[in-house]
């Protein structure tokens, strides 16, 4: 009797672990431009599929965008938080945004600004390639961030000026558009009297929403000698994104 083997059949082909950048969100449609311009570096660097979600204000949502990579056949996704602290945000709407999604739960990266509060160096080193754009003498820094009421979250925005400062060698505050203070004028006001004269602001944002414009205003009424725009695409960003992306996705093996 002669056995016959037959072939298998080859398994479908996964696709390739997915990258969802799950962002805040604004009303001002230019915020939402400034995240996918972020994703598109990101994907061009990493090589397979990356979307956008946004926790409000615009879409699609968390779920939606799960769905979509559900339905491409992308059953690993790794989700990566733009956001800059641990605060409500973190703790409360990002939880919430992914309850129940449709397929396999994602894998959930700690937010950008980092778990612990201490300041990564390759925001710090964003935040400069953004002052230095400018193109701009000053003797001091604001860095102004949305704000929080979350005492945890204000304090990792003070660690980031601090660790902004020394890389700089120059004074520099933490002031915020919201929430908390000082303000952005207030701090300017703080560093004057400390002896400063050409104070630029630092934007610690992702993108130029509402609170963006909000911090331009302040500044520029309270006679700053120029304000960075968002972190956006920068590189040092991009390859923050990608570490966000593999530590938790190898934490997870």
């Known amino acids: 009797m002669t056995d016959v083997f037959k072939t298998p059949k080859p398994l479908a082909e996964q696709a390739p672990s997915a990258l969802l ?3 805040h969100g604004s009303l001002a449609p230019e915020a939402q431009e400034s995240t996918r311009a972020l994703a598109r570096a990101v994907e061009a660097s990493h090589g397979s599929r990356v979307e956008v979600a946004f926790l409000r204000h615009a879409g699609p949502t968390a779920r939606e965008a799960l769905g979509a990579l559900a339905e491409a056949g ?9 956001l800059l602290t641990a605060a409500f945000h973190a703790r409360v709407d990002l939880p919430k945004a992914l309850l129940d999604p449709p397929g396999k739960a994602p894998i959930v990266a700690p937010v950008l600004g980092g778990p612990t509060g201490v300041p990564d160096g390759r925001l710090v080193a964003a935040l400069r390639r953004r002052l230095t754009e400018l193109d701009v003498e000053f003797d001091a820094v604001v860095l102004a961030a949305a704000g929080s009421v979350d005492a945890a979250a204000s304090s990792s925005v003070a ?3 601090s660790a902004l ?13 919201s929430a908390t203070e000082p303000t952005p ?16 602001v630092a934007s610690y944002c992702f993108a130029a929403g509402l609170l963006f414009r909000v911090t331009v205003e302040a500044a520029t009424a309270a006679g700053v000698v120029g304000v960075s725009q ?8 991009v390859e923050l994104v990608l570490e966000r992306f593999h530590q938790a996705r190898d934490a997870k093996v």
């Open 230 to 237: 968002p972190l956006g695409d920068a590189p040092e960003l």
């Open 21 to 23: 950048l799950l962002a």
């Open 159 to 161: 660690a980031m000026a």
């Open 165 to 177: 400062g020394t890389d700089l060698g120059l004074p520099c505050r933490a002031a915020f558009a």
């Open 185 to 200: 004028g207030e701090a300017v006001a703080e560093l004057r009297r400390a002896g400063a004269r050409r104070i630029a």
């Open 74 to 82: 992308h059953e690993e996704v790794v989700v990566v938080p733009l």
